[in-house]
């Protein structure tokens, strides 16, 4: 068996542990984009969102063989070799550095063998653990885009990071990565 934690590609058997994902914080619709009702839906969204394609990659953090939550590598374009990172975690799984772990072997394959350059991620200024998972995995600050998200009725500015190849690698322990499969190039 593989070591745990780590990052592996998401699978259908995972639809069970998406949906305990939702369902223990429904806030995580704004990262997921959708509401996850049952498991049913879980499992659609495993088929249409979190499968890798050119443009995307998806990693499910896994702790000893439950997904507790996913590191994403998004608007993949190969001609600039940029992207866009955003990861979530279950309640359960916050708190032990799993996010910045996760995102910072997630950079590490797309600023070598992913074939990327640069990488970007924003997140709410009013957040502040998800600026601490991007600063531990090695994301500088860039500034502020005022109102960039609309949550309902409310606006949220948003505090932008990028991570280069040419940045000094983070002094951080990365979670395990199953291979996610071919380069974005």
Same mark, same amino acid.
């Given at each position: 068996?593989?070591? @745990?934690?780590?990052?592996?590609?998401?699978?259908?058997?995972?639809?069970?542990?998406?949906?305990?994902?939702?369902?223990?914080?429904?806030?995580?619709?704004?990262?997921?984009?959708?509401?996850?009702?049952? *498991?049913?839906?879980? #499992?659609?969204?495993?088929? %249409?969102?979190?499968?890798?394609?050119?443009?995307?990659?998806?990693? #499910?953090?896994? *702790?000893?063989? %439950?997904?507790?939550?996913?590191?994403?590598?998004?608007?993949?374009?190969?001609?600039?070799? %940029?992207?866009?990172?955003?990861?979530?975690?279950?309640?359960?799984?916050? =708190?032990?550095?799993?996010?910045? $772990? =996760?995102?910072?072997? #997630?950079?590490?394959?797309?600023?070598?063998?992913? =074939?990327?350059?640069?990488?970007?991620?924003?997140?709410?200024?009013?957040?502040? #653990? @998800?600026?601490? *998972?991007?600063?531990?995995?090695?994301?500088?600050?860039?500034?502020?885009?005022?109102?960039?998200?609309?949550?309902? =009725?409310? $606006?949220?500015?948003?505090?932008?990071?990028?991570?280069?190849?040419?940045?000094?690698?983070?002094?951080?322990?990365?979670?395990?990565?199953?291979?996610?499969?071919? @380069?974005? @190039?």
């Amino acid at each position: 068996m593989p070591a @745990s934690p780590l990052l592996r590609p998401w699978a259908q058997a995972d639809a069970p542990s998406l949906y305990a994902a939702f369902a223990a914080d429904p806030s995580l619709e704004h990262q997921l984009g959708c509401r996850l009702d049952d *498991v049913g839906q879980a #499992a659609g969204y495993l088929d %249409t969102v979190l499968v890798d394609s050119p443009q995307r990659r998806s990693f #499910a953090v896994d *702790v000893d063989g %439950t997904a507790v939550g996913n590191i994403g590598i998004s608007a993949i374009d190969s001609r600039h070799q %940029t992207a866009w990172v955003s990861y979530w975690l279950a309640p359960s799984a916050r =708190g032990r550095s799993l996010a910045s $772990r =996760g995102v910072a072997a #997630a950079a590490e394959w797309a600023l070598g063998d992913g =074939g990327l350059f640069r990488l970007e991620l924003g997140h709410r200024t009013n957040n502040p #653990a @998800s600026c601490l *998972v991007a600063l531990n995995a090695g994301f500088r600050t860039e500034g502020i885009e005022r109102s960039k998200l609309r949550y309902g =009725g409310a $606006r949220f500015d948003v505090e932008t990071h990028a991570r280069l190849a040419s940045d000094p690698v983070p002094d951080i322990s990365v979670l395990p990565l199953q291979s996610p499969g071919p @380069s974005t @190039s």
